[in-house]
Structure formats: structure tokens, C-alpha cells
């Protein structure tokens, strides 16, 4: 089972942090500090399997981010190393040539994109092109809702003015007045 993802730049700041097990703020924040820490101090040849407490650090350098996965001794190794090709696939596709800067910008997106792939802990895709399908299918359908939305709300308005004139029309007709 996969316990956490994590994206950090070359200065260990966070840009994506996904947790799937519950724990606290603080040990989200040293399990950040230390796999920063240990991974950044690593040489570019060396392994990227490395065995952290109860977890397996897995991960992959691309450019300025490193894309991290702490997981149990369920899954394996290299499976996870290729997903985290398969989802940097899917956000340079989604992103055109991503970098640190779309995932700060871009966070609503990129969480979409991580909840297509991962689900409780657990695999729930691998192909890049399903996973930005289902996204452009989802975008559609919120288009599509926002003008049904838009039509709706203006029908609204049209039914209220009707009322508040014919309202107005009543008033000065039962006082005499000119409002």
C-alpha cells in the first residue's frame, strides 16, 4: 500500500503532499524533512530503493522536483518506480513539458490528476492517457453544467424582475404614488 506522496523541489519544499495513512501534522512534517534529507544527500547513481523506518522511500529525480513514495512492504519496488514515470507522463502531458511552477499554480489540476492515479493508498490507474481522458471528460461536463447554470440564473432573473415590477405596478396603483 502506498502511505505517502510526496513532490518536493532541489530546496526540499513541498509541492505535492498526499497522505494516505492518518497521522499527524508533525510526523507528515519530519517524514518531509528527512526523506528530503537523506534523498538529496544521495549521488545521482546511486539506488533509488532506500528502506526508511517501517517504509520504502521510492523515487525518481526529474529536473528541479523529486517525486517520492513511501510505501509498505506489499508493493513492489520497481512497479512503483515505473508509476512514478507514468504519473510524471501525465502531468508533462497535461502541462506540456511540466515544471515546478505548474504544480504550484496549477494545485487544483494536479490533484485532480493524483486522484485519477491513487486511491486510499492504493493504484487505482497507470495509463497517462485514460487518466487525462477522464480529466478532459470531467472538465467538459463542469462546462457544460456552468452553462445549464448560466441559463438557468438568467430565467431566474427574468421571473424576479416580472415579479418586482408587476410588485412596483400594484404599489402605486393601490397609493397613487409614482415610484
Do not use: W
Not at 492518518?22 to 532506500?50: H, M, P, W
Not at 528502506?51 to 512503483?80: G, P, Q
Not at 461536463?141 to 424576479?160: C, F, N
Amino acid at each position: 500500500m502506498i502511505k505517502a506522496l510526496l513532490v518536493f523541489n532541489t530546496r526540499g519544499q513541498a509541492r505535492i503532499l498526499r497522505f494516505f495513512d492518518s497521522c499527524t501534522t508533525e510526523l507528515q512534517q519530519k517524514l518531509l524533512r528527512e526523506t528530503y534529507q537523506i534523498i538529496s544527500k544521495r549521488d545521482v547513481g546511486a539506488c533509488n530503493f532506500i528502506e526508511y523506518n517501517d517504509y520504502k522511500l521510492i523515487y525518481r529525480h526529474y529536473a528541479t522536483l523529486y517525486f517520492v513514495f513511501a510505501i509498505d512492504s506489499s508493493e513492489s519496488e520497481y512497479d512503483m518506480y515505473e508509476v512514478i514515470h507514468m504519473f510524471v507522463q501525465c502531468l508533462d502531458q497535461s502541462f506540456e513539458n511540466v515544471c515546478e511552477l505548474d504544480l504550484i499554480f496549477h494545485s487544483d489540476k494536479v490533484n485532480q490528476i493524483v486522484n485519477e492515479f491513487f486511491m486510499g493508498g492504493f493504484i487505482v490507474e497507470r495509463t497517462p492517457d485514460i487518466v487525462l481522458n477522464d480529466i478532459r471528460t470531467q472538465v467538459r461536463l463542469e462546462r457544460q453544467d456552468s452553462g445549464v447554470l448560466t441559463h438557468v440564473g438568467s430565467k431566474i432573473k427574468s421571473a424576479v424582475d416580472t415579479k418586482t415590477e408587476k410588485f412596483k405596478m400594484d404599489v402605486e396603483k393601490k397609493y397613487d404614488i409614482k415610484l
